[in-house]
């Protein structure tokens, strides 16, 4: 279970309470399980109202909810460790890995079109969901074997690339090629690759365990004219597209580990480094420009914050999680009923990230400047554009900074050959070589940053 941690979080406890209260009156809702995390850790929680009813049973942390489409995060996850492992590519065609799409419709566009990193970030313009899904039935097929069965009924049904299409059908395939990829059902490699080496151990497919089973609320369907609730109709969505169950304990684990910093012994689980890709918006889903769709999550923009974030919604639930990366601040809202967890999820995170605002981290120490290094720092000249960089130990890393471009400021890698780097990713030179160049004497004369070269300004002497 996570802990909770010590934060300027608990000074606002009771202001996110009245707010989870609140919302719950305010919407006539059955009840939430509510939490915000900070760090790697559970800053606060609250149950409101009900996990059951007419047993009058309080939400608590280890109530479970079904979350759905927050699923879809998990699977790209087990998507993008087999990535790292050299085991697929996302530009692969998805009928690399499952032949028997070669059958699906292309009139729209050949099958060939269809890439795991489309689908990873609903881009693809595949059919939405398997073929004969009826919502207000809850008739939904969630065999792949079935659905490929009838494969020339599916197909892109928009180009890709054009727009946002949301695609349960798409991740129930991302979850096909991991399951054909580790030969092992994909309820079986996303528990063995991802929720046990992150001790979320209440986290499941559906249907639950009988030990499971007994931890869930039950799940509502929307009030019409009466405040007098019954429960909703079940969706029998069992896989990769949204099929688990989870609590709040669970999720403030899976946060944190969004959260966490490189170098945490979770890594062999994802690298920090891939945990900032899935996590970094691919395109605009909005005109407005507040929502963005990234590889396996999304972010939503809201006062000048940017909320890395999931939601899930299935018959009887509507759940959300959401984090802000650069505050290290989550919420989460699991609702047993119809409401708009998003925007209680977001408001819950807005007022931490106010709190931990106004009571900013202490100040640690310096990290040293390796001795290595420090003939390197200093300020270097573009002559031709007279343009002025300097090159700082900032933060840790060495770091190039342009005055008049403050966004500008790539942080350099080092290689195994002294004096060259590679650029860090985030800006139009990532990726690239930085070689400082040295006088016979040793002493640094210049720089190949990329494409430019600059000279290094040595300092003058003072007269004696």
């Not at 942390?61 to 998507?79: C, D, E, P, Q, V």
């Not at 089973?213 to 009030?223: E, F, I, L, M």
Request: aromatic fraction near 8%; glycine fraction near 8%.
């Amino acid at each position: 279970m996570p802990q909770i941690s010590q934060s300027p979080i608990h000074e606002v406890g009771s202001q996110l309470e009245a707010a989870a209260t609140g919302f719950v009156r305010e919407h006539r809702l059955p009840g939430v399980a509510a939490a915000v995390v900070h760090g790697e850790g559970l800053a606060w929680s609250h149950g409101a109202g009900f996990a059951d009813i007419p047993a009058r049973r309080a939400p608590d942390n280890g109530t479970l909810y079904r979350i759905a489409s927050i699923t879809k995060t998990f699977t790209a996850t087990a998507i993008m460790q087999l990535r790292d492992e050299g085991r697929l590519t996302l530009d692969d065609p998805a009928v690399e890995h499952i032949p028997e799409l070669e059958g699906a419709d292309s009139e729209v566009g050949p099958i060939s079109a269809l890439t795991i990193r489309r689908m990873l970030s609903h881009e693809s313009g595949l059919l939405g969901d398997p073929p004969g899904t009826d919502w207000s039935t809850a008739r939904y097929e969630s065999d792949p074997a079935a659905n490929l069965a009838r494969v020339s009924e599916i197909g892109l049904r928009v180009p890709p690339n054009t727009q946002q299409k949301y695609s349960n059908l798409g991740y129930q395939l991302l979850g096909e090629i991991v399951a054909r990829l580790t030969e092992m059902p994909i309820v079986d490699a996303i528990r063995s690759r991802v929720l046990e080496p992150l001790g979320m151990h209440s986290t499941a497919f559906h249907p639950l365990p009988p030990e499971l089973a007994a931890r869930r609320a039950v799940g509502y369907a929307p009030r019409a004219f009466s405040d007098d609730l019954r429960p909703s109709i079940e969706t029998a969505i069992t896989h990769a597209e949204g099929g688990l169950w989870s609590c709040v304990d669970d999720l403030a684990a899976w946060i944190g580990f969004q959260l966490s910093a490189p170098g945490d012994e979770r890594d062999g689980v994802l690298s920090a480094a891939t945990r900032r890709e899935m996590h970094r918006p691919r395109y605009l889903g909005d005109e407005a420009w507040t929502e963005a769709w990234c590889i396996g999550w999304y972010a939503v923009r809201r006062n000048g914050v940017t909320w890395v974030q999931h939601s899930g919604g299935l018959h009887g639930f509507i759940t959300n999680v959401c984090f802000d990366p650069e505050h290290q601040v989550g919420a989460i809202a699991l609702i047993n009923g119809l409401g708009s967890a998003p925007d209680l999820a977001m408001q819950l995170g807005a007022i931490a990230r106010d709190a931990l605002v106004a009571h900013p981290a202490a100040i640690e120490p310096p990290v040293p400047l390796p001795e290595e290094w420090a003939s390197l720092l200093g300020l270097y000249t573009d002559p031709e554009w007279t343009q002025i960089f300097r090159l700082e130990w900032r933060d840790g890393a060495l770091t190039w900074i342009e005055p008049d471009e403050p966004a500008w400021h790539p942080t350099l890698r080092a290689t195994d050959t002294a004096d060259v780097f590679v650029i860090e990713p985030g800006f139009r030179e990532s990726g690239e070589p930085c070689e400082f160049l040295r006088r016979s004497d040793g002493t640094v004369s210049g720089v190949r940053l990329g494409p430019q070269r600059l000279q290094r300004l040595a300092p003058v002497e003072p007269d004696r």
